[in-house]
């Protein structure tokens, strides 16, 4: 079975501060992917990579920024948290080939106080 | 633009009784995917189905099947015998093509059902 890990389920951090939220993939897949959910707006793409240190901003990447030095790890990085990017984001992945679904982690749940 | 709705915020469902949750969808391309997806409140978001635009027979996937209508742009969602542990949020999304950011997924709000004993 495929296993996207997320390194916190909660995390509770203050304005201004830089924040990461670490994903791995154990299935050598291409594709990564960072979502956020919110209530009544479900979930919105932030960034993806397509391959080691390869990224294109989502539909949401204000705020954001993302690295993936290595193909099985896709971060996460909020430059100076505020208090509107209090949400559950969601990493992914998926392999090039068509008609895969894409595998979720258990998402992080991330207040900014 | 590609474009998922689901009508349903919530629904009931008795205990191991059938239930359908609807979904349509907005596209010009003609290669597409579509997933349903369940989130318990857990957070998790798990992969039920998987229908591909070039599909002709609908997906089964034990006691899920989507009902694909591609001229009616609808993929429901079909749960027969419903059990207590299918209580969740669940979620349409569509993929479009690679070139669309990488096949990203675009999900509808969701449809919470509940399942009653």
């Known amino acids: 079975d495929v296993k996207v890990t997320q390194s916190s389920r909660y995390l509770v951090k203050r304005t201004g501060e830089k924040v990461f939220l670490e994903c791995v993939q154990d299935?050598?897949?291409?594709?990564m992917f960072w979502y956020r959910q919110d209530p009544g707006l479900g979930l919105r793409l932030i960034y993806f990579s397509y391959d080691v240190k390869m990224k294109e901003k989502g539909d949401i990447p204000e705020g954001y920024s993302v690295s993936r030095e290595k193909k099985e790890r896709f971060s996460l990085i909020l430059e100076s948290a505020s208090t509107n990017q209090t949400s559950m984001y969601l990493c992914?992945?998926?392999?090039?080939?068509?008609?895969?679904?894409?595998?979720f982690g258990d998402g992080t749940r991330l207040s900014i106080l | 633009a590609q474009k998922i709705t689901q009508t349903q915020p919530g629904m009931f469902v008795q205990e191991k009784e059938a239930v359908t949750l609807d979904c349509t969808y907005d596209t010009s391309d003609q290669s597409y995917g579509l997933f349903w997806y369940k989130q318990p409140s857990s957070g998790e978001m798990i992969f039920l189905i998987y229908q591909g635009s070039y599909d002709e027979q609908n997906a089964t996937e034990g006691r899920y099947s989507l009902n694909f209508q591609k001229a009616r742009k609808s993929a429901n969602l079909v749960i027969s015998a419903s059990q207590l542990g299918d209580s969740a949020m669940y979620f349409c999304a569509m993929r479009g093509p690679r070139y669309n950011q990488g096949g990203k997924l675009i999900f509808g709000q969701g449809t919470e059902l509940s399942v009653k004993p």
């Open positions: 299935m050598d897949h291409e594709n």
């Open positions: 992914a992945s998926r392999p090039e080939q068509g008609g895969q679904p894409q595998h």
